[in-house]
């Protein structure tokens, strides 16, 4: 079992990027998934977080307005739509999800290994 995190990359202020992070492997189910990232020479956040039925998303403030999480689970996928892009926004952006493993009686949590977001002009 496998969680993946990209889409991540160089782009400039007031650009768009959507990240995706997908679990792989023998997974029976994608429970509540969290987007973290981690700001150069910063602790790191969270940034969004969505429920297992999709119903109730969360945001931080410093992104509300501005990022989407959604999912989509046929593709076992989680989404974060990042728009209007600033330097602000770079860090290393990593997910994180509750997974059932097949065979499994409960939950695990699961970190994805990150994928880098630059915002430069």
């Known amino acids: 079992v496998q969680l993946q995190a990209s889409g991540g990359g160089l782009v400039q202020p007031g650009a768009s990027l959507r990240l995706a992070c997908r679990a792989s492997?023998?997974?029976?189910?994608?429970?509540?998934v969290g987007w973290y990232r981690h700001p150069p020479g910063k602790q790191r956040e969270l940034v969004a977080t969505i429920t297992t039925d999709g119903e109730l998303t969360k945001y931080a403030d410093a992104v509300k307005g501005r990022f989407v999480v959604s999912r989509d689970d046929a593709r076992k996928t989680v989404y974060l739509q990042m728009n209007s892009l600033t330097s602000e926004d770079t860090a290393v952006y990593y997910c994180?999800?509750?997974?059932?493993?097949?065979?499994?009686?409960?939950?695990?949590?699961?970190w994805g290994q990150g994928t880098l977001v630059t915002v430069s002009s």
């Open positions: 492997g023998s997974v029976s189910s994608m429970h509540a």
């Open positions: 994180n999800a509750n997974l059932k493993p097949v065979g499994d009686l409960y939950e695990r949590n699961y």
